[in-house]
């Protein structure tokens, strides 16, 4: 009889479960942070720039650049804005990623007149390209000349601009 009776109460909890009213609870929606990296080659780059550069001289900004591929080279080209001008036209430069992480090069640089120039830096590695670009400040800059030199539009807040952008992940 026992059997019998286990029987029945399994059969009607299972019938009080199937009809009991559906949850008003919703379940909580865990939204897991995705990780989306910036397409390109995984380099981090820095520079270093003298603090105060004269117009009509050559000086020396160390660009450096750090990346953890095996093997292969780290092609560099560079260009430079209207005015701005390379000693030698040393423009291009290749580092062995298998000799080390950290690669280091010095350019010099000139500008005849004051003013706000721009040192654009395209890199390559294992075939993924990335850009950098360091602002370089000669002489006596003025307000007018960083208006003339960065046409943006967007509010500045805490010394940030911040700008509207779109972003396509695939």
């Not at 009509?56 to 660009?63: A, I, P, S």
């Not at 780290?74 to 000693?87: A, E, P, W």
């Not at 004051?114 to 990335?130: C, K, M, T, W």
């Not at 800059?141 to 695939?170: D, H, L």
Request: net charge negative.
């Amino acid at each position: 009889m026992s059997i019998y009776k286990t029987g029945l109460f399994v059969l009607g909890a299972s019938i009080l479960m199937a009809c009991a009213a559906p949850s008003t609870q919703q379940p909580e929606n865990k939204v897991e942070k995705a990780y989306t990296p910036k397409p390109g080659a995984a380099v981090e780059f820095s520079s270093e720039v003298p603090k105060s550069m004269v117009a009509g001289q050559y000086q020396t900004v160390k660009l450096k650049f750090a990346e953890s591929y095996p093997e292969n080279a780290l092609s560099i080209s560079l260009t430079t804005s209207k005015g701005l001008s390379l000693f030698g036209g040393m423009d291009r430069k290749s580092f062995d990623m298998g000799a080390g992480r950290e690669h280091v090069w010095d350019i010099d640089v000139s500008a005849a007149e004051d003013g706000i120039y721009f040192l654009n830096v395209f890199v390559e590695a294992d075939g993924q390209p990335r850009a950098f670009s360091v602002k370089l400040e000669i002489g006596d800059v003025t307000p007018a000349m960083r208006n003339r030199a960065v046409k943006s539009t967007g509010e500045v807040v805490n010394g940030v601009r911040v700008m509207e952008a779109e972003e396509a992940i695939r």
